[in-house]
């Protein structure tokens, strides 16, 4: 005779055998004992148990309990739905019981998913960053075959329907990990995230999370920042304004923390977190240093994100950028000029100018070498000297 838990675990693995893979009710039936409440069926997408009844009782309580926790509620027939509150994710299974108050009269549904353990996807997490761009990355299942490919839904709230990743980012190897969205919002709801997949040579298990989407978020860097300083009285006002949400209006859900270093030196000074407060004053400010400002944000309360948010980007203030250019191109000019004087005194004393500045000689023209001929005619052309001849007559003497 085959034990009672052999018996159970075998309907359960023939019931998932069974099981089509996309299934939005299934309630296995393990009980064998007789009971007036009959034909329990789970649409565990939308979290609704419904039932019949042989005998009409005036109000039903129905549980949902997992391995992390439980939730009831109170109706008076069939369907039970859940409350949007309850956020309990499915993919390890789960118990779904309808009992009549004080009545020794229940009935159990017990929820199992489908496909092979080892095969849902893990590391499940998304992030919303730039206000409106969100993205979900995931890995793959430690026993799911290589064929496996896995898709990704979401919905705001129960009453709506699961829109499937429009843009999958994938893997080396074409598997899909990861999924970008654009133009999200953020919803006073907790959003539904489902990732289940399809292989060729096993059935694959679903994953499930209830996310509040403003946890997710990591907040903006606050806008604006200026930082306005003065020696007379010493001190600098910095000011911003609240970081860019979809969702958030109200200028006190926010804290910020400051960070001010001096340039040249590691010390630097941090402001406490202060929720209504959009303006600072920096009183160890010095005229001659150059400072450098961050500002990051986080939420102090309302539905925003507590995490510290991003450093806005690195600025300076204090001594201007620019009267420090200008002194440093007057120095470099005054050096310059006083080089060359330097330079005109000492070959003015030691140098001969002569020497130094003497005609370079041509180099020989080949262009307009005389020829012969022209050497000829220049010679006959040339101007003749005269000469003076004088005459004397010698006479022999005898």
């Given at each position: 005779?085959?034990?009672?838990?052999?018996?159970?675990?075998?309907?359960?693995?023939?019931?998932?055998?069974?099981?089509?893979?996309?299934?939005?009710?299934?309630?296995?039936?393990?009980?064998?004992?007789?009971?007036?409440?009959?034909?329990?069926?789970?649409?565990?997408?939308?979290?609704?148990?419904?039932?019949?009844?042989?005998?009409?009782?005036?109000?039903?309580?129905?549980?949902?309990?997992?391995?992390?926790?439980?939730?009831?509620?109170?109706?008076?027939?069939?369907?039970?739905?859940?409350?949007?509150?309850?956020?309990?994710?499915?993919?390890?299974g789960a118990k779904f019981t309808i009992a009549v108050p004080n009545m020794n009269i229940s009935k159990t549904c017990n929820f199992f998913p489908g496909g092979m353990p080892g095969t849902a996807i893990r590391n499940f997490s998304c992030v919303i960053y730039n206000v409106s761009l969100m993205n979900c990355t995931w890995s793959a299942g430690r026993d799911a075959p290589g064929d496996t490919q896995y898709f990704l839904y979401w919905k705001n709230s129960r009453e709506e329907e699961e829109t499937q990743c429009e843009l999958y980012v994938k893997d080396e190897n074409g598997r899909h990990k990861g999924c970008q969205f654009q133009n999200v919002t953020i919803k006073d709801t907790t959003t539904y995230f489902m990732v289940n997949g399809s292989s060729k040579v096993s059935l694959i298990r679903f994953y499930d999370e209830y996310i509040r989407l403003y946890k997710i978020e990591r907040l903006t860097a606050p806008l604006n920042i200026t930082a306005n300083c003065t020696s007379e009285p010493r001190g600098c006002i910095i000011e911003w304004q609240e970081?860019?949400?979809s969702h958030v209006e109200n200028k006190d859900c926010f804290q910020y923390e400051i960070?001010?270093?001096?340039?040249?030196?590691?010390?630097?000074?941090?402001?406490?977190?202060?929720?209504?407060?959009?303006?600072?004053?920096?009183?160890?400010?010095?005229?001659?240093?150059?400072?450098?400002?961050?500002?990051?944000?986080?939420?102090?309360s309302c539905l925003v994100n507590s995490n510290w948010g991003e450093w806005s980007e690195p600025m300076e203030f204090g001594r201007k950028k620019d009267d420090f250019i200008?002194?440093?191109?007057?120095?470099?000019?005054?050096?310059?000029?006083?080089?060359?004087?330097?330079?005109?005194?000492?070959?003015?004393?030691?140098c001969n100018f002569k020497r130094i500045c003497s005609p370079i000689p041509q180099p020989r023209d080949k262009f307009n070498v005389l020829t012969d001929e022209d050497m000829q005619k220049e010679y006959i052309n040339a101007p003749k000297k005269a000469y003076n001849e004088d005459i004397i007559v010698v006479e022999e003497m005898i």
């Amino acid at each position: 005779m085959i034990e009672t838990p052999r018996l159970i675990c075998m309907i359960w693995w023939i019931a998932l055998l069974f099981h089509p893979l996309h299934a939005d009710t299934y309630c296995t039936k393990l009980e064998t004992q007789e009971s007036p409440i009959t034909n329990l069926t789970l649409n565990w997408r939308k979290m609704e148990l419904s039932w019949e009844s042989s005998m009409n009782f005036s109000e039903y309580t129905c549980v949902v309990a997992t391995n992390m926790s439980s939730a009831q509620n109170t109706v008076k027939s069939s369907p039970c739905h859940f409350s949007t509150k309850v956020t309990l994710p499915l993919h390890n299974g789960a118990k779904f019981t309808i009992a009549v108050p004080n009545m020794n009269i229940s009935k159990t549904c017990n929820f199992f998913p489908g496909g092979m353990p080892g095969t849902a996807i893990r590391n499940f997490s998304c992030v919303i960053y730039n206000v409106s761009l969100m993205n979900c990355t995931w890995s793959a299942g430690r026993d799911a075959p290589g064929d496996t490919q896995y898709f990704l839904y979401w919905k705001n709230s129960r009453e709506e329907e699961e829109t499937q990743c429009e843009l999958y980012v994938k893997d080396e190897n074409g598997r899909h990990k990861g999924c970008q969205f654009q133009n999200v919002t953020i919803k006073d709801t907790t959003t539904y995230f489902m990732v289940n997949g399809s292989s060729k040579v096993s059935l694959i298990r679903f994953y499930d999370e209830y996310i509040r989407l403003y946890k997710i978020e990591r907040l903006t860097a606050p806008l604006n920042i200026t930082a306005n300083c003065t020696s007379e009285p010493r001190g600098c006002i910095i000011e911003w304004q609240e970081p860019l949400t979809s969702h958030v209006e109200n200028k006190d859900c926010f804290q910020y923390e400051i960070n001010i270093k001096n340039k040249d030196e590691p010390k630097e000074e941090k402001m406490k977190p202060s929720v209504r407060n959009y303006r600072y004053e920096f009183q160890n400010f010095n005229a001659k240093n150059i400072y450098i400002l961050k500002i990051r944000a986080r939420g102090k309360s309302c539905l925003v994100n507590s995490n510290w948010g991003e450093w806005s980007e690195p600025m300076e203030f204090g001594r201007k950028k620019d009267d420090f250019i200008f002194v440093i191109l007057i120095l470099i000019t005054l050096g310059i000029m006083a080089v060359t004087l330097l330079q005109f005194f000492l070959c003015k004393r030691y140098c001969n100018f002569k020497r130094i500045c003497s005609p370079i000689p041509q180099p020989r023209d080949k262009f307009n070498v005389l020829t012969d001929e022209d050497m000829q005619k220049e010679y006959i052309n040339a101007p003749k000297k005269a000469y003076n001849e004088d005459i004397i007559v010698v006479e022999e003497m005898i």
